[in-house]
């Protein structure tokens, strides 16, 4: 099984060795971390996986010795005991060849993890007692990440109870950027970070104009195999945990590179808006007022939302009367039969006029 960081590997392999042990099964349990970079002493540690029948092998963090992934296929699973089971976790998806490959297709089975559902969410910040009037900024910060709900119903047991003002603490963003991102390899891949923490998506080139000085292409790369990034038709997209994690502790840490990372891409989103096509000036209009989602006054005019999605086409002498009957209403009324279609949908959350 496979999935971000933080979103409950470690927790289910618990719960499966637990079971392993009630049922009177031998349970070998391996940390990916620690492993060798020798085959011989996973082996060694993995002895009764051979030789005795019925064993459980567990290895966590399996993304740590993710070396070992064809080794394993090709000279150590094979010699296995009979009726053992071994179950592997990480943050990586293992090689499409084991999934494709017939002779594993009836022993195999690969199952990522994914957040959990809102009202998942909502049951665990319950469970927690966490109070109501902060749970929609926690849900929001969040996102469905069950270590992110954790430590921030956590933290906000004893925050002060104003909505609008609770923030994760440096202690909560500190042991988030721990357990979501990992480590980062230098400067210029965490700058590559804070970039698509603010944009809606990051292509390679929104890369090089924001970052002229660094390889966008090796940039670009690494963040594609970050196993929170989501690859969408418009370019990389973290998921919510990771991006409001990443956002939240540059704007705590370095709150005038904050502004200023935000500034070199509103002035890329405009340069491009000027030069675009007609038909990619909504989705530039659209990242560009990402960006300032949270601003008082934008958010009153503009929405996202994962659900519901309103639509836009140009306005012609056949919609004119219903243009009329709309502004006719009152402010934020609209008609009962009131629509505009003509965008693609998206699966990811995409901004809609509301006047």
Known sequence: MYGPGGIGK???LRRLADHAREAGRLLVEIDGRFVSRDPADFERAAGPFLDVPGTVLVVDSFEHCQWLESWL???FLPRAADSTLVVLAGRLAPQPQWTADPAWAGLLHVTELEPFSEA???SLLAAAQLRPELRKRVLRFAGGNP???S?????GSTACGEEEIWAPSADVLRTLLAGLIGEVPTAAHRRALEVAAQAYATSEELLTAVLPEEDAHLLFSWLRELPFMESTHRGLYPHDAARETLAADLRWRAPTAFAAMRRRLAEEYLRVLREAPEERVW???DEL???FREGETLARVRTWSREDEVHDRPCTRATWPSSCAWRRRPRGRPPRNWSATG???SRRPSASTAS
Do not use: D, P
Request: glycine share 0%; charged share 5%.
């Open 343 to 345: 965008r693609s949908a």
């Open 120 to 122: 998942q969410a909502q």
């Open 283 to 285: 989705t530039v209009t």
């Open 10 to 12: 470690s927790t289910l």
């Open 147 to 149: 270590l992110a709900l």
């Open 73 to 75: 296929w090709h000279h």
């Open 151 to 155: 430590l921030a119903a956590a933290a």
């Open 289 to 291: 007022f990402y960006l």
